[in-house]
């Protein structure tokens, strides 16, 4: 799956959606996509607009008009969006500004919520050190691993964060993830406008997710008006990476109690 595709496809079906989070690309969400294709569905990830071109300074909502644009050109009238941590955030944007679009919702280790002061103080000056020509530097991509996969899989699985920190370090433009990270660094705290979410979402975080403690999660399901909550132990923010089993039933079954007729 190259970085250069906007979208992968597979299956066919009702649509299923997944945007990616950052550092990430489409291929994160290979194991869904196989899961969902033989099951009758038609499973769609698609790139983030930083690595199908020039990378930019974009915003959230950049990125909400982007999906939206994909809908259209494939042809999609409604559709179960799925996102992964900034995917997330898109995803929960998307809801509020297209709920026409959308018959169900999957929100990734993702939260609402805004960011602290100190965090965004000290991401910022991580992501600052992205302001480089080439690949993501490799001393970020260590750096980073931690922050994207959970500490049992660190342990047990470190295979699957090696695979990532080398992808990162020899594929990955560094200022595509410099401004895939400003775009979401400064957003703001939405807690407060989900009960105009009235489609039904599943919610899916990982109990070892550092940079978004799992509780953040919990204040958004709490907000939704119709939320499933599916916690995973012994997995961190790139939880449906970490323990595919278990979130690929999950989807399955979330998606078996929608009407997408």
């Known amino acids: 799956m190259g970085f250069h595709e906007r979208f992968v496809e597979k299956g066919s079906g009702p649509a299923v959606v997944f945007s990616h989070g950052t550092l990430m690309d489409a291929a994160m969400f290979e194991p869904q996509l ?27 909502g950049d990125l909400v008009e982007d999906c939206r644009a994909l809908l259209d050109d494939l042809g999609i009238g409604k559709c179960v969006l799925a996102g992964m941590s900034v995917g997330g955030f898109t995803a929960l944007e998307f809801a509020l500004a297209y709920p026409e679009r959308l018959q169900g919702l999957i929100v990734i280790a993702a939260t609402s919520k805004d960011y602290t002061a100190a965090e965004r103080e000290a991401y910022h000056g991580q992501f600052d050190k992205l302001d480089v020509d080439g ?13 994207c996969f959970g500490e049992t899989t660190l342990a047990r699985n470190s295979a699957l964060a090696d695979h990532w920190v080398e992808r990162w370090a020899t594929t990955v433009p560094a200022r595509a993830v410099l401004f895939q ?10 807690t407060e406008r989900l009960a105009a979410v009235r489609i039904p979402v599943l919610v899916v975080h990982g109990e070892e997710d550092v940079p978004l403690p799992i509780e953040r999660a919990e204040v ?24 595919p089993a278990v979130v690929n039933a999950t989807i399955a079954r979330f998606l078996g109690r929608l009407d997408l007729s």
């Open 34 to 60: 196989d899961h969902l294709a033989e099951r009758g569905y038609r499973a769609i990830a698609y790139n983030s607009r930083v690595l199908t071109g020039e990378p930019a300074p974009h915003t959230l």
């Open 135 to 147: 690949w993501v530097p490799r001393p970020f991509a260590e750096w980073v691993a931690p922050f």
């Open 220 to 243: 958004m399901a709490n907000a939704l008006p119709d939320a499933t909550f599916l916690r995973v132990p012994e997995a961190g923010h790139s939880v449906n990476l970490e323990s």
């Open 181 to 190: 990270g400003r775009s979401w660094l400064d957003k703001e705290d939405i």
